[in-house]
T-cell receptor, first 112, second 112 residues
Framework: SAVISQKPSRDICQRGTSLTIQCQVDSQVTMMFWYRQQPGQSLTLIATANQGSEATYESGFVIDKFPISRPNLTFSTLTVSNMSPEDSSIYLC?????????FGPGTRLTVT | AQKITQTQPGMFVQEKEAVTLDCTYDTSDPSYGLFWYKQPSSGEMIFLIYQGSYDQQNATEGRYSLNFQKARKSANLVISASQLGDSAMYFCAMSNFNKFYFGSGTKLNVKP
């Protein structure tokens, strides 16, 4: 299994600002995924990030709001831009494929 | 269309007893994977068990077993000998067509 770390683990941000979340994996992986989990809800996939190509966003998520970088096979960042209180969520990165998927510890974001 | 359905928002179980968490899924693809994750209040997603659609035997991992009934499209999680540390949210998920789909979750409370 992959060991995944995320930074920061939690943050409190002012509305209108941006936060960049980092995801580091201890081995090279092809696909990395970013999820959002709003309070009391299930996980929703934001986008899939493959190294060397543009991220693929799910319906309802746009690059201007959630830009993603994937500079190499062990690292990715997700930026939450121009934040509003509705962006208060846990953001999780994961790696894997159809047969296994492992998650980072999550970033708990509160927007005031 | 709902891909994964968990009909039990909350469950209670007495410590040391067994509990079954329900999960049904919907897909027309014969190739898929089924997963269960545990999410404690800390927010991390902990992988518990995996079942492939072609697996003949039900998956087991320690106290966790997956009751896979392919014709009924169900993948229930059975936790034997519940412990207080099992209190958490439990999510059923399916990998299908290169995507992951999560159910709405079941909150399990283990009573001493």
């Amino acid at each position: 299994s992959a060991v995944i770390s995320q930074k920061p683990s939690r943050d409190i941000c002012q509305r209108g600002t941006s936060l960049t979340i980092q995801c580091q994996v201890d081995s090279q992986v092809t696909m990395m995924f970013w999820y959002r989990q709003q309070p009391g809800q299930s996980l929703t996939l934001i986008a899939t990030a493959n190294q060397g190509s543009e991220a693929t966003y799910e319906s309802g998520f746009v690059i201007d709001k959630f830009p993603i970088s994937r500079p190499n096979l062990t690292f990715s960042t997700l930026t939450v831009s121009n934040m509003s209180p509705e962006d208060s969520s846990i953001y999780l990165c994961s790696v894997g494929d159809l047969f296994e998927q492992y998650f980072g510890p999550g970033t708990r974001l509160t927007v005031t | 269309a709902q891909k994964i359905t968990q009909t039990q928002p909350g469950m209670f179980v007495q410590e040391k007893e067994a509990v079954t968490l329900d999960c049904t899924y919907d897909t027309s693809d014969p190739s898929y994977g089924l997963f269960w994750y545990k999410q404690p209040s800390s927010g991390e997603m902990i992988f518990l068990i995996y079942q492939g659609s072609y697996d003949q035997q039900n998956a087991t991992e320690g106290r966790y077993s997956l009751n896979f009934q392919k014709a009924r499209k169900s993948a229930n999680l059975v936790i034997s000998a519940s412990q207080l540390g099992d209190s958490a949210m439990y999510f059923c998920a399916m990998s299908n067509f290169n995507k992951f789909y999560f159910g709405s979750g079941t909150k399990l409370n283990v009573k001493p």
